[in-house]
């Protein structure tokens, strides 16, 4: 259609708001639920409740507001097929080598398919908040989306960067050579070099 | 969400002010803060510079993943409701559309691309709902295609040019393509990887070879993995067997689980610190194999160089303990340390400790096994002999192990066997004591059965701790004696052996006091056949036959139907017990959560404050409930736990045993597993050991030792994998530990390489690229020539604060000949294990020798169950002969 009406413009922004943050939100719900097909029915949701809001009311939020929805949403869906959510279970990484024959290991060769997996075994708070800040999200955005303080949230980052630190993995990643150049997501999603 | 609210002390917020530092994510104010902290620490900002190395992977892992693609019915459904909105907002479309020139068909098309819509966004979800987790990829496909068919069957197919129609083709095309390049990219990327990788694998599985590589060689490659493992984006050490796998304790089939986690961890932060430096790893074998001496120049007065110095307590070697009124940590301090969610593979030994100062810099050496022949038992003492002779040694054994398969469905948790550990950079070694049996009596099902065991069944602190030793009784008013021997290592024997044994307290028939038990059967189907329900209802009538009226006795079945089948009975009525013993069948699917909650009821409904509260589960360890379920069922055994009613786990059954799981349950539950594969074992359990089965003596039993550095270069714990603790967790009364029953006997060995043996490190040493290693100093301690310092740590049934225990040790330098029956014996159980686990640390162990020390060792049988072992030596000699 056209941008002169309102809806107009209400179309383009939110298909502006789909185009820059429909991945990192199936990411991020990916990441909360272990599962795709779930992450993309959450981030759906999520997107068609976008359409309900102003654009005007959400400007700057924008990036939050998806996730805080897509959060909660994830956490409804847990709730109606499960009796606990990550958040309840225990506080340690559980880290688990799922094949025991060496081979099929050294198949996994994907390093960043790898450093996911790792992610991926985070308790549920580490992993939603480093997994937030890597889409660009900044400690005080973060700490409104999980409901906790700022100082929290930034605790929570820094756990999480604890624990992968001790994962062999990561041993590995910092014994070897390092990277040219260091890549850190600015707020909402652009790169900065440091 | 409540783990997000602890409270976090100011060292947490240092710390994690740091880390935001590191990201840049502080303002001005706090960045002057914390570059004035950095200034002034190198130690923080190489801890900043490491930090956003790590957190740039994870950007990178995180955004930069290419394989996750756009939802295909989402734009079209987020159309939709937009459209949907409009309607109702505006009271139709065609209210305010502006002079365009497409407006018409503008409207057309919008009404068809609706009505696509609406038909994909229904197809989309049934289509989904049809291919259940389907591949997205065929969704996208058949979004595409319904509606490039839609779109040529409307005649305005040349509106395909048209702005809305365009994203929908435009995002089609172009993906397509893009996908293809990437998967193509990554497809390559993959080859070469999975190249270098493999190649990697073959070079380290090598290095990592048994014994019979010569030195040289080792050397040789240990130049290759260095520039393999250097290069960037390759894949990791997993294929070491002390990497990934060095994780087990953290799975749900783990021993300890949140607790061993940490014990784990020590261990993992030693061997995850290999991948950087193999270099330095092929070096200490090189090294090491150029010491010993020659085949044939045995020493003959002991070790060249130990000093022969007396051993200051009596003769008989027993140390006895210095209790020191030191209580166990759990002051608030150490409560705000608790909710550190780090996880436990920290570097263990910061603290300052008795031998040294200074920070250990984590490095591992592993020392070549010397090819000294093994030493052999002779009419005249002890001679060298066997595999140096005899040609097949390495063939031999290779086709013994074999990594035998578990039969059927069994279940049994992978190890990693303990490494060689620097005594300068890893002093401490902690463990919980262990008191299961089940992994002997298992590895004697298959052997008596004609097979070998798989390798991870055999737990080599369990084989140890089936036997009775002659370790002598504790003092009054102990729950334990310690015992500390040291001597020559029979596989290896330019190594020591040190063995640590305890000795509980033994109880009389009638000192038993009142047990409160419980028999939760596994009555389910699976539980049908000769060595299951039955075994296990004549396991349950021999225990019952040895109560008295001061004990009850409740039975609560579990199958589809799970009930108390017989509510707790004073054991003074032993016919109606024995009656609903016999009267049970199996059949049924198997629901264990709901009897496991129903057997603790049971107890706790007539809980004896003064005796013993147990409930013993029997079962083939098939609770058949779903892995949710399973951590549900493990949570529950540990919130029981709490209540003061014990566990004991007998396992049954052949094809169908869940070792792992097994084994998990009874360590949450603040108990015991054995297995019971025959009447006979069941009678020694149950009837013979029936007070250590069921009385207590001390929980949460935990050892520590510190090695001397001046005189050990290198230790290795051999078994307690699965108990490993923290070096903290020693201290932290809130750490759960194993227990230990009345008789119990607890055997630990270490193997230790002398450090007037060993080269001095430096020559071999490759420079570090991050940090130079702290030189540590030796305290005056260290030069008492003392081995090693053990400490315990015991809490008393009641309580809830350890004791601790503190013993020295100084090697005298014994033969192996010279040594103890015990100390003989537990050397050839621990060379058998190692054997059957085709261990790469077995040295020169051969199942002759095994056989030959044990037929020594036999002058002294407590139990007869020695002669047994024996037998089994035997079965397996000639299992392999058979191949």
Known sequence: MTTDTAFGQRREWVLSVLDRYEIPLIRFAKRLLGDEDAARDV??????????????????????????????????????????????????????????????????????????????????????????????????????????????????IHRALKSLRQHPLARHLLAGPLPREIHLPRPCGDEVHI | MNTNHHPIDGDQQREARLTAYALGQLDEQERAAVEAELAASEKAREEVRTTRVLANYVYEATCRDQSLRPSPGLRLAVEERLRQLEVAAEGGPSASPPAKPLGRSHRRLWGLLAL?????????????????????????????????????????????AAPEAAPEFATGEPEARRERAAGDASGRLSARDMASSEGRASELSAVLQPPGQPAGRAAAMASEPASALRPGLTAPRENSKYDSSSMPGLSPGGGYGARSSAGVGSYGSGSGAMPGYPGREGGGMSGMGGMGPGPGAMPAEGKPGLEMKEMKPKADGVFRPTVRSDRGRSSPASEAAAPQAGPAWRDASQQQTRFQAGVPT?????????????????????????????????????????????????????????????????????????????????????????????????????????????????KAGEPFSVSLEAAQCPWNNEHRLVRIGLAGRQIERGQRGPSNLVFLLDVSGSMDEPDKLPLVKEAMKMLVRELTEDDRVAIVTYAETTGVRLE???????????????????????????????????????????????????????LNVGITQDDELVRLIRDKKESGVLLTVLGVGTGNLKDSKLEKLADKGNGSYAYLDSVREARRVLVEQIAGSLVTIAKDVKIQVEFNPAEVASYRLIGYENRRLAARDFDDDRKDAGEIGAGHHVT????????????????????????????????????????????????????????????????????????????????????????????????????KGVEEIAASALRDDPGGHRAEFLDLVRGAEQLRGHE
Not at chain 2, 126 to 155: K, N
Not at chain 2, 434 to 461: C, K, M
Not at chain 2, 463 to 470: A, H, Q, V
């Open chain 2, 748 to 847: 630990a060995l270490y193997e230790i390489v002398s450090a007037r043996a060993a080269p001095t490190r430096a020559a071999e040493e490759q420079p570090l690229r991050y940090q130079r290693p702290a030189k540590s100093e030796l305290t005056d301690d260290a030069r008492s020539g003392q081995l090693l310092t053990l400490q315990l740590r015991y809490k008393r049934p009641n309580e809830d604060q350890s004791n601790l225990l503190e013993f020295a040790l100084r090697d005298a330098g014994k033969r192996f000949g010279e040594a103890s029956a015990d100390f003989q014996f537990a050397a050839a159980v621990a060379s058998f294990g190692m054997i059957l686990r085709g261990s790469p640390y077995r040295g020169q162990a051969t199942l």
């Open chain 2, 568 to 622: 707790s009975t004073n054991a003074g009525n032993k016919a109606k017990i024995l009656d609903s013993i016999d009267s049970l069948t199996a059949g049924g699917r198997t629901n264990g959560g709901a009897g496991i909650q129903l057997a603790y009821e049971e107890a706790l409904k007539h809980f004896r404050r003064d005796g013993t509260n147990r409930v013993i589960l029997a079962t083939d360890g098939d």
């Open chain 2, 362 to 474: 984590g490095q591992i050496v592993v020392p070549t096994p010397s090819k000294t022949p093994m030493l052999m038992p002779g009419p005249g003492g002890y001679k060298l002999g066997g595999p140096a002779a005899d040609k097949k040694f390495d063939g031999e054994t290779e086709e013994l192990l074999g990594g035998v398969a578990p039969p059927g469905t069994e279940e049994y948790q992978q190890i990693a066997e303990n490494p060689f550990r620097s005594a300068t950079d890893h002093p401490l070694s902690t463990f919980s004591i262990d008191v299961d049996t089940a992994s002997y009596a298992n590895v004697r099902r298959f052997l008596r059965q004609g097979t070998l065991p798989p390798r991870d069944a055999v737990r080599i602190e369990e084989m140890l701790n089936y036997f009775p030793y002659r370790d002598p009784p504790p």
């Open chain 2, 116 to 160: 696509a819509a609406c038909l994909l966004v229904a197809a989309v979800p049934s289509y989904m709902f049809l291919t259940g987790l389907g591949r997205f990829g065929d969704r996208r496909e058949l979004a595409r295609r319904e509606l490039a068919r839609r779109e040529l069957a409307s005649p305005l197919s040349e509106a395909q």
């Open chain 1, 43 to 156: 981030v759906q949701h999520t997107l068609l409740r976008l359409c309900d809001q102003s654009p005007e009311e959400l400007r700057d939020r924008v990036a939050p507001w998806l996730f805080t929805v897509c959060r909660n949403k994830a956490i409804d869906w847990m709730r109606a097929r499960r009796r606990t959510t990550p958040w309840e279970e225990a506080e340690m990484p559980s880290f688990r080598s799922r094949e025991p024959d060496p081979a099929a290991v050294a198949e996994r060769h994907d390093l960043y398919a790898r450093i996911n997996q790792v992610i991926e075994q985070l308790p549920a708070g580490q992993r939603e908040a480093i997994t937030l800040w890597a889409e660009g999200l900044g400690s005080r955005e973060i700490a409104r989306i999980v409901g906790t303080s700022e100082g929290n949230a930034r605790v929570l």
